[in-house]
């Protein structure tokens, strides 16, 4: 029997879904060139030198807002990542990769020829829409007559979609997720301390003690440099104040969200109001997160265990259950030919 991968490519990590084991490989979607084109590092190991690197080293994200940005750097990654180090047999492995419903025929192909612009051809190479993914990552039976909201809060992204019967109802892709949140709490610090930090410090005073809501009351000491005096100083940050920076982007998605439920079929909100919306991605981990969307739409919603993985779940359903086998689909049947 040949062995299965599935992967998703997201804009902050990869993670290939192997069948051989059912194991699940999660690594920064980030590579470190050197000279211009010699691979350096990939992964975890290419982002520990993210904002430290020096100028002869270039370390970049080859997905950008869900889509392949630099598809040389994406296919040496995930070639090196599938053979080097999980020893992957691509010649003859069936692969089925998950793509954003909401971008071009174009960005979809780029994704397929990833396997196919390759000397070790794959098998088989299909493609699956990640809200579907997602909905099977989470054990949702999508084939029912049943309508039900997922709702990905990525790295790059905000993908919110309804599905029913096995397709999509609806689908929108936003070009922000869990990067703009660290975005705005280091602008949020610069304008209120004069405070400049890194990307990753952001990152951290997120995910240790941000939240969705005020009053969590915890700190944590960082470093920055005063933009006055130029020097790097120590400073004390409250969960308040990461909230503070975070709020008016989690009212954004959630007002993205109440506007897609206003377009959904009267039948199908009534399914979603039931069930609850499906909130995933590594995002959804914020605290709160899901009360914040509650006020918001006045529905209930359900956090996925370990939402970063949701989609490579997914995947793993399609490779190894014929009843969702159809999930993924050829490019060769549609327009290139
Ligand atoms: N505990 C946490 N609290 C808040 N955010 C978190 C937490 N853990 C992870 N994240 C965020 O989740 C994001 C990564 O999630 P995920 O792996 O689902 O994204 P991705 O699939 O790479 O991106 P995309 O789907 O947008 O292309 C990052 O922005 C990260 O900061
Ligand atoms: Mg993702």
Redesign the pocket.
């Known amino acids: 029997m040949s062995t299965g991968y599935g992967i ?8 290939i879904y192997s069948s051989a084991d059912g194991s699940i490989t ?1 690594e920064k ?1 980030t590579i470190a060139i050197v000279n211009k084109d010699q691979m350096y590092a990939y992964g975890d190991e290419a982002y520990m030198m993210y904002e430290k690197a020096p100028e002869t080293i270039v370390v970049s994200f080859p ?1 950008i807002n ?1 889509v392949i940005a630099d598809f040389d750097n994406m296919q040496t990654m995930l070639f090196e990542l599938l053979e080097s180090k999980l020893k992957a047999r691509i010649k003859g492995s069936d692969i089925v990769i998950a793509v954003p419903t909401d971008i071009t025929e174009v960005e979809k192909k780029a994704f397929y020829d990833m396997f196919v612009k390759n000397k070790n051809k794959a098998r088989s190479v299909l493609l699956c829409e ?1 809200p579907l993914a997602d909905a099977l990552g989470m054990g949702l039976d999508i084939t029912l007559p049943t309508g039900v909201m997922v709702v ?8 919110i979609s309804v599905i029913s019967l096995g397709g999509l109802v609806l689908s929108t892709l936003l070009p922000y ?3 703009k ?2 975005d705005s709490i280091v602008t949020y610090l610069k304008r209120r301390f004069n405070l400049l930090i890194g990307q990753k410090t952001a ?1 951290s005073l ?2 240790e003690i ?1 939240s969705a809501m005020g009053g969590l009351g915890k700190s944590m000491t960082i470093v920055g440099r005063d933009v006055v005096s130029g020097l790097p100083i120590e400073m004390s940050v409250d969960s308040d104040v990461v909230y503070d920076g975070m709020k008016d982007d989690l009212e954004n998605i959630s007002q993205n969200i109440r506007m897609l439920l206003e377009r959904v079929p009267p039948e199908l909100a009534k399914d979603i109001v039931a069930s609850g919306i499906y909130l ?4 959804s ?3 709160g997160f899901s009360d914040f969307i509650t006020n918001v739409t006045n529905i209930r919603v359900n956090v996925c265990e370990n ?2 993985e949701s ?1 490579a779940r997914g995947l793993g359903a399609v490779l190894s259950d014929e009843k969702y086998r159809r999930f993924g689909y050829s490019m060769k049947s549609r327009i290139f030919s």
Do not use: F
């Open positions: 998703d490519m997201g804009t902050g990590n990869l993670k999660n979607n997905i869900g990640k990905d809060v990525g790295a790059d992204t905000t993908e997720g869990g990067n949140l660290d990152m997120k995910e941000g995933t991605g590594g995002s981990r914020i605290r939402g970063e989609v």
